[in-house]
């Protein structure tokens, strides 16, 4: 947490493990937040093989447990991409149930192995369910699709009102994610990515929402290529989620 303050973050986003229950970093954290300080919980299942219901079950334990830290909101990895429509919509239905009950917010994240993991299926969800919230982590799409989504324009908008949370990671048709966005050679990828986030802050803007949030994601490995045999990182991945921020502080219109 001091590296977060220290580098200038507004916030944070945590997976926190299962059963995880420190007094410090709640003291820590609750000193943080009267500052203005932003968390983010992640609610991300480990894989396992279950029914449904032991999913929902699984999903939300999770979410009860996130509660104890009281989240500003929690960004979930929520239902899998081999359940059926309707089985995922009931799972949708328990989150967005327990978000209700709790007044905390639940958006869900745009990515790989979910109900979100391709943005033309994703859109009958919206359909029955039009106030739901997104993490847009559009990197995931650009891999399962391997395209930067030319051809996906459309359907791209169409989802943008329902977004509320951005992760800023930038990925590319083999991967959900480059090794640095900053190298000249990803300077299309990452005009690309930046384009799509600046218009979800702009329809926010448009809308007279006061703010949004935005956590750089670039990742460890296996997010991170690595070098063979010696595993060496390709890159810094804490220098460049550092760097991304700033980047985006001078770079987006409306980010702060």
């Not at 200038?8 to 493990?17: K, M, P, Q, R, T």
């Not at 509660?67 to 967005?96: L, M, Q, V, W």
């Not at 859109?123 to 990197?139: E, H, N, T, V």
């Not at 996906?152 to 090794?179: C, F, T």
């Amino acid at each position: 947490m001091k590296d977060v303050v220290r580098d200038g973050f507004s916030g944070a986003e945590i997976n926190l493990a299962a059963g995880f229950f420190d007094h410090t970093f709640r003291e820590a954290l609750e000193v943080l937040r009267g500052d203005g300080f932003v968390f983010i919980a992640q609610q991300v299942p480990d894989p396992g093989i279950e029914s449904v219901e032991q999913h929902i079950l699984r999903l939300n334990e999770r979410l009860h447990m996130l509660s104890e830290f009281e989240p500003d909101f929690i960004n979930s990895h929520t239902g899998k991409d081999f359940y059926s429509f309707d089985d995922n919509c009931r799972i949708i239905e328990s989150a967005e149930n327990f978000s209700a009950k709790t007044g905390i917010p639940i958006v869900h994240e745009t990515h790989r192995g979910r109900f979100t993991f391709h943005l033309p299926t994703l859109l009958p969800y919206l359909g029955k369910f039009p106030d739901m919230q997104l993490c847009a982590d559009i990197s995931h799409w650009c891999n399962v699709s391997e395209s930067l989504l030319e051809e996906q324009q459309d359907m791209l908008e169409r989802i943008i009102p329902n977004v509320s949370h951005v992760h800023a990671r930038v990925g590319w048709q083999q991967s959900a994610q480059v090794n640095d966005p900053f190298a000249p050679e990803w300077e299309n990828h990452l005009s690309t990515f930046v384009s799509w986030w600046q218009k979800i802050i702009d329809r926010h803007i448009r809308t007279g929402r006061q703010s949004m949030t935005i956590t750089p994601e670039a990742g460890p490995f296996p997010y991170m290529p690595q070098m063979p045999y010696s595993r060496e990182n390709l890159a810094d991945q804490w220098q460049i989620n550092s760097k991304m921020k700033n980047y985006l502080n001078t770079t987006l219109n409306g980010c702060h």
